[in-house]
């Protein structure tokens, strides 16, 4: 049975650099005219009140988009960023956060596509609210570590899968390896984002090895830790794996996890890695 609950974490630090990513490499598809595809396999609630009790009782978000609500002089990728959070919040109070679904969604052009799934009961419903009904986007109360395979390769030839999984089950880690080798060998050519959470920085250690092992190439990681690593309970760091990136988002995580790490980083314990892990 499924647990998690995206409304407890949105808007974290964890968040900050997933969606920063998610905007780069969608805006960077809406350079050409023709239409893309993206996918969420892990497309979670889409919508979240951080007055929620769940947002209230974590509080994360004040260290993660709480941090640079004020803040002047940001990277332009987070004042982007941050724009396009503000704009689902009235006024200039915080007050909401978008998942990834509704970023997505205000990104994409009449052309684009959409394929969010969500297997939460509850969580699928608050999705489908959120979404209303669009033409354009398909919400799918499916599997989308399995059900995804069979949009590959996607009509448009071109496009993103995000995978997003919670990590609640321990399997997760060598299933989003597994489906990202799945998905590659359909669509060579597709952008695929991986988000992961060091809990256990030997787990991520073992993913990124057998990344380096696989048949993927051109891949790169982009990490944002809050605090050290340790054998505490709970998530020190995150960070985004992907496959065929657009060439710019290397040099602009070079600006913006510095930045992240400083501002978002907890008692001076803020870091980052930026780490090519397949040649082009
Ligand atoms: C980390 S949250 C997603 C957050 C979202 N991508 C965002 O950035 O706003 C992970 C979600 O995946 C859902 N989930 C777990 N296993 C799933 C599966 N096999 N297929 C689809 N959704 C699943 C959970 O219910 C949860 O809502």
Known sequence: MLSYRHSYHAGNYADVLKHSV??????????????????DT?????????RSEQALKTNEYLQGIGALWEQ?????????????????????????YPGSPLIAMHLMRQQDRLFLYELHNTEIKILEAAIKKDKRVTVLHKDGFQDCLRLMPPQQRRGLVLIDPSYEMKTD???VIDTLIQLHKRFATGTYALWYPVVERQRINELEQKIAASQLSNVQLFELGQVADSDQLGMNASGMIVVNPPWTLKAEMEQVLPYLAKQLGI??????????????
């Open 22 to 39: 998610l905007i780069h490499i969608l805006t960077y598809l809406k350079k050409k005219e023709k239409p893309f595809c993206y996918v």
């Open 72 to 96: 002047e002089n940001l990277p332009s990728a987070i004042a982007e960023y941050r724009e396009l959070i503000k704009s689902f919040n009235d006024k200039q109070e915080l007050a909401f």
């Open 267 to 280: 008692e001076g314990q803020g870091s980052y890695r930026i780490k090519q892990l397949k040649a082009e």
């Open 173 to 175: 880690y060598q299933q």
């Open 42 to 50: 892990h497309a979670g609630a889409g919508m979240y009140s951080l």
